[in-house]
C-alpha cells in the first residue's frame, strides 16, 4: 500500500511540475516520463531522511521541464541513453551502466531522452527530507 501511495505522490508531483510550465510541455508534445516507485525506507540512523528509489522510463523524445529535488539524487542508467544537465554543470549523454549525481540544491535544467526512436530507463535513489515532495519547480 505505501508503494501504491508513494507512486502516486510521485506522479501527481511531477504532474504538477509538468503545469507549472504549460508553455514548453504544450509546444514539444513530448511524451511523458513513466515513474514507478521501487521501495522507501525511512532511515532511523538519520532521524527525519528516507531514502526513495523511483525507475523512470523515458519514451522515444521525452524530456523533463526544469525542476529541482532537494534531495541527493544517484542516477544509473539501465537501457537507451539521456541526456542530463544541472544548472552551471556540464550537459553529459549517459549510456547503460553510467551514473549522474544531483544534489540538494542543483537545478535540473536538462533530463531528456537522447533518441526519438529508442526508449531509455534508468534509477533513480533519493535521500530526502521524509514527507518531502520529490520534485519541485525550478525558481
Known sequence: MTTILVALALLSLMTGTAMA???KAASAKAPQAKV?????????????KEALMIMVEYP?????PIHRHNAHAFVYVFEGSIVMQVKDGKQVTL?????????????????RNASKTKRAKFVV?????????????AE
Open 36 to 48: 514507478t516507485s521501487l521501495m522507501s525506507k525511512d532511515l532511523p540512523e538519520n532521524p527525519g
Open 95 to 111: 549510456t547503460p551502466g553510467q551514473t549522474f549525481y544531483e544534489g540538494p540544491n542543483d537545478v535540473h535544467v536538462v533530463g
Open 21 to 23: 510550465q504549460p508553455a
Open 60 to 64: 522515444p523524445g521525452s524530456s523533463d
Open 125 to 137: 535513489f533519493l535521500i530526502k527530507d521524509k514527507g518531502a515532495p520529490v520534485v519541485l519547480p
